[in-house]
Nanobody, 122 residues
Framework: QLQLVESGGGLVQPGGSLRLSCAAS????????MGWFRQAPGKEREFVLV???????YYAGDVKGRYTISRDKVKNTVYLQMNSLKPEDTAVYYC????????????????WGQGTQVTVSS
């Protein structure tokens, strides 16, 4: 059974940077795509980006050029590097395993982590 745990969230000023981690246990995720979603207060869970099993990254339009996803298959960990952060980036961030279907739909993912809070404020 694959389990994911997010960490690295916190409070950061606008324009700052943050790196989130998603650590897997129970099995390796090397054969799967891995994605990040976020959920702001009062809003639905929103697609952020995903890296496919082939190493291709797909982004939501508002994060391209600012966010980068990477993975360390030896450590069984995926990372989300966030730069030039804006107040609109404030949300709980979740990682999950892509299991097929529309890459931008939460229904295409499983094995969700518990989430980590990111707050962008001066």
């Amino acid at each position: 059974q694959l389990q994911l745990v997010e960490s690295g969230g916190g409070l950061v000023q606008p324009g700052g940077s943050l790196r989130l981690s998603c650590a897997a246990s129970g099995r390796t995720f090397s054969s799967y795509g891995m994605g990040w979603f976020r959920q702001a207060p009062g809003k639905e869970r929103e697609f952020v980006l995903v890296i496919t099993s082939g190493g291709i990254t797909y982004y939501a339009g508002d994060v391209k050029g600012r966010y980068t996803i990477s993975r360390d298959k030896v450590k069984n960990t995926v990372y989300l590097q966030m730069n030039s952060l804006k107040p609109e980036d404030t949300a709980v961030y979740y990682c999950a395993v892509y299991v097929g279907g529309d890459l931008r739909s939460a229904t295409s993912y499983n094995y969700w982590g518990q989430g980590t809070q990111v707050t962008v404020s001066s």
